[in-house]
C-alpha cells in the first residue's frame, strides 16, 4: 500500500490551537513550544479566547508551517504539556 500524498503545499500559514486550564501563563506555555519548532513566532500571532464560563482558554498561535515533520513536532509537544488539555 502506497503513502497518502500530502494534500498541504508548504510552506503555508497553518493555526495551531491549544487549550488548557485559564491561567496568566497558558499563553506563554504553548508560545514557548512553538517557538522550539517556529523560532520566528512571536506574542501577536496568538489569539486567546476564553470559554463560556471562564475555565479554560483556547490559544490560536498562527504560523508559517514548513514541513508535516515540523506541524507534528509541534502537536507532540503541545500534548506532551501538563498544561494543555486539548489541541486541534
Do not use: W
Amino acid at each position: 500500500m502506497s503513502e497518502p500524498e500530502d494534500i498541504m503545499e508548504f510552506p503555508c500559514l497553518f493555526p495551531i490551537k491549544a487549550m488548557g486550564l485559564a491561567s496568566p501563563q497558558l499563553q506563554q506555555t504553548i508560545l514557548r513550544i512553538v517557538q522550539r519548532h517556529a523560532p520566528e513566532v512571536q506574542t501577536h500571532h496568538c489569539k486567546e479566547r476564553p470559554s463560556k464560563n471562564g475555565k479554560y482558554i483556547s490559544i490560536t498561535v498562527t504560523i508559517e508551517a514548513t514541513s508535516r515533520a515540523q506541524l507534528d513536532a509541534i502537536y507532540i509537544d503541545l500534548n506532551a504539556s501538563d498544561h494543555v488539555v486539548m489541541t486541534l
